[in-house]
């Protein structure tokens, strides 16, 4: 009977526990948690992450590519530049060398024929009276080739200036003075606005 009694209390104070039924409602509170747990961690899945990667690589390449751009232009003017640097230089220096090859050409014609300079004082002495006696300035080099083949005494007085070039003359009247240049001249044949350097 003790026993039995004993038992029965056992049975009173301690009920047996079992798991609790799963039912729709304890699926959405479930469901719920995850969705706060998920936004408060704010981790993104895995298709949010494939996307921000794709897009970092892409504002990434986009830098890479507009880089490339930037220096490629700075290369292309610089070269153009240079070109252009290059283009003028040899312009000039082959001005230089025809005009250098002319002035040749015409000193070896005066020394092979000097009436030519008598023809070039004359086409310059078109307005000069005849009455007007000038006087004429020439290089070193030219004094003995005036005298001998150009000058008129009558009309003529020769003078030597240090500082003139072979195959330049300067006629001085009371009225007026002509200088006449070979560089000049052939500077105004080839159209050239200004001298750099003088041709010898």
């Known amino acids: 009977m003790k026993e039995h009694l004993d038992n029965h ?17 304890n699926r959405k509170e479930n469901i719920l948690i995850e969705e706060e747990l998920k936004k408060n961690t704010d981790i993104p899945d895995s298709s949010e992450q494939s996307s921000l990667v794709s897009n970092q690589e892409a504002e990434l390449l986009r830098h ?13 003017q610089q070269l153009n530049k240079k070109i252009q640097e290059v283009d003028n230089t040899l312009v000039e220096k082959i001005a230089l060398l025809v005009k250098k090859t002319v002035k040749k050409i015409i000193d070896k014609e005066f020394q092979q024929d000097p009436k030519l300079i008598a023809q ?3 086409k310059n002495l078109g307005k000069i009276s005849e009455e007007n006696r000038c006087t004429v300035i ?21 003078e030597i200036d240090p500082q003139m070039y072979p195959g330049d003359f300067k006629l001085i009247t009371p009225i007026n003075e002509l200088v006449v240049n070979m560089d000049n001249i052939i500077n105004t044949i080839f159209k050239i606005d200004h001298e750099p350097n003088r041709i010898s």
């Open 9 to 25: 209390v056992i049975h009173e104070d301690y009920e047996i526990w079992n798991f609790p039924e799963i039912t729709d409602e």
């Open 64 to 76: 890479n590519l507009n880089h490339l751009i930037d220096l490629f232009t700075e290369l292309n």
């Open 120 to 122: 070039i004082i004359k």
């Open 138 to 158: 020439v290089s070193p080099q030219d004094f003995e080739l005036w005298q001998k083949h150009v000058l008129n005494e009558d009309q003529f007085k020769v």
